[in-house]
T-cell receptor, first 112, second 113 residues
Framework: GNSVTQMEGPVTLSEEAFLTINCTYT??????LFWYVQYPGEGLQLLLK?????DKGSNKGFEATYRKETTSFHLEKGSVQVSDSAVYFC???????????FGTGTRLLVSP | NAGVTQTPKFQVLKTGQSMTLQCAQD?????MSWYRQDPGMGLRLIHY???????DQGEVPNGYNVSRSTTEDFPLRLLSAAPSQTSVYFC????????????FGQGTRLTVV
């Protein structure tokens, strides 16, 4: 079946540090991959996406590259800010485009 | 532009009570889903719908019913609430295709005592 595995959190960083949150997936066919972010007390919102191998999604300084050979979609940011503190979810949309499957989420805490 | 609207935001139920969580979207999206979010478990799919009149089970459907009589509305019913259903519930909608973004409601925090 389809599944997403994310690194355990929380990830604690100082402001301006480099961020990596690992995400690997298991899927049949060629899924689309997403990163969603959840700020405290809110629903999830799309951060970035990639729909085919070697695509790079980017938004607000965050990037992730769809790596089919390693079945990965790691999230990176060169310099985090306190306002980036949130929970980040990796997700895939299966080949039939019906079910969006999420990882367990990784909490990021950025201190000044 | 309201997007996805969930009601209520908070609810406390006694074991055995029933209730309906409401979800409405104004984007004419075909796909709608209900998820529950529990600590350490991420978001788990309860039920989903690919269009009016069509619903299917997700990975944790037991204890929940859904229906989709219109494109806009996708209510989630708890027939007999149990403490194990204490969770935060999110409704989401999206259009067709592999590029489409899912839009989420603000969530309903449900406590069953």
């Amino acid at each position: 079946g389809n599944s997403v595995t994310q690194m355990e959190g929380p990830v604690t960083l100082s402001e301006e540090a480099f961020l990596t949150i690992n995400c690997t997936y298991t899927a049949t066919g060629y899924p689309s991959l997403f990163w969603y972010v959840q700020y405290p007390g809110e629903g999830l919102q799309l951060l970035l996406k990639a729909t085919k191998a070697d695509d790079k999604g980017s938004n607000k300084g965050f990037e992730a590259t769809y790596r089919k050979e390693t079945t990965s979609f790691h999230l990176e940011k060169g310099s985090v800010q306190v306002s980036d503190s949130a929970v980040y979810f990796c997700a895939l949309l299966n080949t039939g485009f019906q079910k969006l499957v999420f990882g367990t989420g990784t909490r990021l805490l950025v201190s000044p | 532009n309201a997007g996805v609207t969930q009601t209520p935001k908070f609810q406390v139920l006694k074991t055995g009570q029933s209730m309906t969580l409401q979800c409405a979207q104004d984007m004419n999206h075909e796909y709608m889903s209900w998820y529950r979010q529990d600590p350490g478990m991420g978001l788990r799919l309860i039920h989903y719908s690919v269009g009016a009149g069509i619903t299917d089970q997700g990975e944790v459907p037991n204890g929940y019913n859904v229906s989709r009589s219109t494109t806009e509305d996708f209510p989630l019913r708890l027939l007999s609430a149990a403490p194990s259903q204490t969770s935060v519930y999110f409704c989401a909608s999206r259009g067709q295709g592999k590029n489409t973004e899912a839009f989420f409601g603000q969530g309903t925090r449900l406590t069953v005592v």
